[in-house]
């Protein structure tokens, strides 16, 4: 998975087989709906085709990406299920989209019309999901707007340029999910779809859910479920439970070795402006990653508490000091015995009682989405688990 010398002192260990099962568990989740797996941000940072093949084995039957360019990535892979990209600016290479066969969402009339464009100049049908802002306020027409883009739609689908074959929105808090905007925002989706079906679409596919609506609310569920962040295992809603209740285990584990050890005195200045000094003799560890790798700055840590959590051998410590570029450190205490070379493991699966995505996330004031997709690119990918993974789930080897 990555082109990176072996000897590149941190990793991420992706486990496919990992994302295969949960991806599995959300098709137990998810009911009669058909699992939209999306594998946008190169797979949330697992790598975006063999997070794809993953999920595709574990059960989902289409795949959902923001870009065209990765959509393109997987058509060009030898991905053959159904793929949507939703997000792009004018001058996107639509035609070459269309001529693969992706599903482009269409969120306002410019894009109908580059859409309806491209498939022109491309000389087949574009199948098209309109995605409808039912009060995110975000990607997405307007309610008050839809009537119009169904018309012009269903007009270019008369021509034979497009098919209206989905109709899409996003929930604004399906992370709370008593929240009252989620039962109002599914109110106006049931309201696109009812004006849709009156104009004469005829709709595939009707999709509301990400992740946390996918695991808690099966009255969103409609034909398709798009679940991203628990396709890699971490909660939605830590809140209400983390991911072994939902029957998910986290694919990444994020480590690395040493690089050096040594014994300092009392009084020792730790990384930039001395946040955290040594209050007694002591041994300090040097982790050579820092936030150009993805390890947030803000989970650096001061003299009063840990910055973000690690492993290491079997007890739990925490940043001390700034979080620097390219390294961290680490307080082993005065009786360590660690030496260069050893592994720091920053987060896993929790299994091993190694600190989670979501305790970063915690630490750094922020989510569990962040933690993993900002896992740097030139942190070398380890993929294990693979000979789990049935690689002809919706992937024409030929291609491949």
Not at 288 to 299: F, L, N, T
Not at 347 to 369: H, R, V
Request: hydrophobic share 45%; aromatic share 4%; proline share 5%.
């Amino acid at each position: 998975m990555s082109s990176h010398p072996s000897s590149y002192p941190g990793r991420a260990v992706v486990d496919l087989a990992a994302i295969r099962s949960n991806v599995a568990a959300l098709r137990e989740h998810a009911g009669d709906a058909a699992v939209m797996a999306v594998v946008k941000a190169d797979g949330y940072g697992h790598g975006l085709l063999p997070s794809a093949r993953a999920a595709l084995a574990g059960g989902a039957t289409w795949l959902g990406v923001a870009q065209v360019d990765e959509a393109l990535a997987l058509r060009e892979s030898g991905v053959t299920v159904p793929v949507l990209a939703w997000l792009y600016a004018p001058g996107a290479p639509l035609e070459r989209a269309v001529a693969a066969g992706v599903d482009l969402s269409v969120a306002a009339r410019w894009a109908l019309d580059d859409v309806v464009a491209a498939a022109r100049s491309a000389g087949v049908t574009a199948r098209v999901h309109v995605k409808v802002d039912t009060g995110l306020g975000r990607n997405g027409v307007g309610p008050d707007e839809l009537a119009d883009l169904l018309d012009a739609a269903l007009r270019a689908q008369a021509e034979g340029a497009v098919a209206v074959v989905g109709l899409w929105s996003h929930l604004a808090f399906a992370d709370a999910p008593d929240h009252p905007t989620v039962r109002g925002q599914a109110e106006v989706f049931a309201g696109a779809i009812a004006l849709a079906e009156r104009a004469g679409a005829r709709l595939e596919v009707r999709h509301l859910a990400n992740s946390a609506a996918t695991l808690t609310d099966a009255s969103v569920h409609y034909d398709l479920v798009r679940p991203g962040l628990a396709v890699y295992g971490l909660s939605p809603v830590p809140q209400v439970g983390g991911p072994a209740s939902f029957g998910l285990t986290p694919a990444m584990r994020l480590e690395a070795d040493l690089a050096l050890v040594k014994r300092v005195p009392a009084g020792q200045g730790v990384s930039y402006a001395h946040a955290y000094t040594t209050t007694g003799e002591t041994v300090l560890g040097l982790v050579p990653i820092g936030y150009a790798d993805g390890v947030p700055r803000h989970a650096s840590g001061t003299q009063d508490r840990w910055g973000g959590p690690v492993q290491v051998g079997r007890r739990r410590l925490g940043v001390a000091g700034r979080v620097c570029m390219d390294q961290v450190v680490l307080d082993l205490g005065p009786d360590a015995t660690e030496r260069a070379g050893d592994t720091v493991v920053l987060f896993g699966s929790g299994a091993d009682g190694e600190p989670t995505a979501e305790d970063w996330a915690q630490a750094a004031g922020t989510i569990s989405y962040e933690i993993i997709t900002r896992v740097g690119a030139r942190v070398p990918r380890v993929v294990v688990g693979d000979a789990a993974v049935d690689a002809e789930a919706g992937v024409d080897e030929d291609l491949a």
